[in-house]
Structures are given as C-alpha cells and as structure tokens.
C-alpha cells in the first residue's frame, strides 16, 4: 500500500469530515430518541423509556445490514453505546448486579445495557432481587447458568418467591486468567484464589500447571483479585473487569478448560415485555408426584413443535408436589400456539408460573 504523507494527510482530512458528520448524524438519533420519550411521557407520565424488545430489534437490523469491514456484533455494540447514551439522556437506567464490582455479572450488566447505565452491586442474588421489588432500581441482573458447571441454583430458587419477570438475557463468553499483583513472586506462588465455579472451570488447566499451590475458594472472582493486592505469594483467577479495577497483571490468559465457556445471566424487572419476533419464555411447573408426570408436561410443547432450549428439575419446597420443572422454550406468551400450549400446560400441573418472555440475546 502505498503511504506517503500526502496520502496520509489526505485520509485524515476525510477521517476528520466524517467524524463531523457522524457527530451529526448521533445529535439527531439523540434528538428523536428525546421526542419519543416526550411522547411516551405526554401518553401516559410514568411510561417506562426502555424498551428491550424495541433496542432487540434495533441491534438485530444493525447487525443484519452490516456489510463490514467491522463485524457485525462490533458494529452493534457501537449501536449498543449509542443507544444506551440517548436512553441516559432522559433518565439513566439504574440496575442492581450481583457484585461486587468486577464481576462478571457486571461486565454482562454493561454488555446488556451500555456504558451509559448506573450499575449497583449487591452482595448476593436475593439481594439484587428485593432492590428491583423495592423499586430502588429499574432492573436486575442475575447469573443462571453456566455451559460447564451448569445451572445457579440460587438464582431459580429466588423465582420460586418472587413476583419479578424475566425482561432479557445475556450470554457471557467467560475467559479466566491466572492473575497476579506487581509485588508477587512469580515462581513462588503457593496459594490460588477464586470462585468455586471458577476454580471447577478451571481444573485441569491447574491440575496440570500448579499442582501444589493451596486453592482458596472465595465469594467472587472479584475479591480473589483485591486478596492477592497484598500477598507476594498469591494469585488469583478471575476475568478482565476484575484484573483492571485492582491492577493486576496477567501470568496465564484464557486458562478455562472448555474454549467455549460461558455463563446466560437473566435481566429481571417489573414489567411484562412485548414480542420482539425472536423471543424465548421461562416458565416454572409444579407437577403431582405420579408416574408420567414428566411426559404429561412436555406431550403438549412437541405437538404444538415448539422448541425447548432448557428444561431444570428443582426439589420442590412445599410437601404438595415433588417436582418442580424450569422451563425455557421459544416464543413469545401472545403468540397463539404459545397460549395454547401454556393452557394446556395449566390443566395438567399443580401449578404454572410464567416467568417473563423477553427478546433472544442478541449481542
Ligand atoms: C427511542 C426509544 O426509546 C428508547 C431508546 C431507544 C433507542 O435509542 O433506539 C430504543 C428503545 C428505548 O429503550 C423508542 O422506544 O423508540
């Protein structure tokens, strides 16, 4: 290529009079996203301006016009910022997070909801559940299930109480690195704090490199990273938020042992969510303890062809029924097959609770 500064100094000159225009172009995307929150206000004063199908479906055009040269999911994530900066423009968009900060429950908040949205902490899952009930935040985010350990107890058992929705998902690649402070002795490192989860995620990677070192489990990745600050002989695994907010340094990157590690985080909230077109639905079932109970259950989503993406048996904790089943499937509540598989279901089951339906992941 060639590249001689009159080249150079051109392509700058025409970076800079794009960069206007697209400064431009942002004003006046701000500009309407304004005018549509005057509308919602004039409608009805204490409209909701979020709107997760409608940001779904933004993303999803974005993503599906795209012809490059970034990638699709790069490119909808610049969309993701824009749009979370027009919706703060209006009201900043408060949500509570299992903390503390530097988890992953927090960089799966920020992906979901930009950079433009106050972000809580909380110290554990129920916690982040009674803040969305008080009303202190306008929604919650919560881990469910993990592609290697499987799925977080607490997080269903919270639902089994609550009157909160499900409004979204998000899907989190998870990468682990063994980190460690500017004071520690790199050769010396007889001691590993992380996560339980993160500790199983990573078996064999330390079984194989630090057979010896003592493996401390703490409550989060987060404060196995504040832990090894101060301890010459320690390190930690935990992720990219946490090495940052403690300044640590990377020893080994990426040491999960499935390439494919990630975690579904849950976004709960108070209102019911439209279709979007590409929507899943949760919904929890107690069923009578009988033989074919489990048959009886499902009979009615395969002959309406409905796709299940997750099915989870919980012990019950009332004596009336053994089995309680999580389910996640395709499909929006309104859509007419969906109702009528869910009335169906109602007949055959002690009790049916729908849990949300909320727009597929996108990002
Ligand atoms: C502008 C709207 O409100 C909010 C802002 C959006 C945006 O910036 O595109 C999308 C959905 C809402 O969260 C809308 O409902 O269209």
Known sequence: ?????????????????????????ISERATCAQQVA????????????YRPEREAQVLRRIMALNQGPLDSEEMARLFREIMSAC????QPIKVAYLGPEGTFTQ??????????????????????????EAGAVNYGVVPVENSTEGVINHTLDSFMDSS??????????????????ETTRRDKVSRIYSHPQSFAQCRKWL???????????????????????????????????AAKLYGLTRLAEKIEDRPDNSTRFLIIGSHEVPMSGEDKTSVVVAMRNQPGALHDLLEPF?????DLTRLETRPSRSGVWNYVFFIDFKGHRDEPRVTAVLDEVRLRAAELKVLGSYPMGVL
């Open 107 to 132: 960089q799966a908040t920020l992906k979901h909801f930009g950079e433009s949205a106050v972000s809580l902490p909380m110290a554990a899952i129920d916690e982040v559940f009674r803040e969305v």
């Open 302 to 306: 395969h002959r309406h062809q409905i």
């Open 164 to 181: 909160l929705r499900i409004s979204g998902e998000v899907v989190l690649r998870i990468h682990h690195h063994l980190l460690v402070g």
């Open 87 to 90: 919706l703060a423009l209006e």
């Open 38 to 49: 005057e509308i919602k206000t004039e409608r009805d004063p204490d409209a909701a301006f």
């Open 207 to 241: 079984d194989a490199h630090f057979p010896h070192a003592e493996r401390v489990p703490v409550s989060s990745n987060a404060e196995a990273a504040r832990l090894v600050k101060t301890e010459w002989h320690s390190a930690a695994i935990a992720g990219d938020m």
């Open 1 to 25: 290529m060639s590249d001689t500064p009159r080249d150079l100094e051109e392509l700058r000159k025409r970076i800079d009079e794009l960069d206007l225009d697209i400064m431009r172009l």
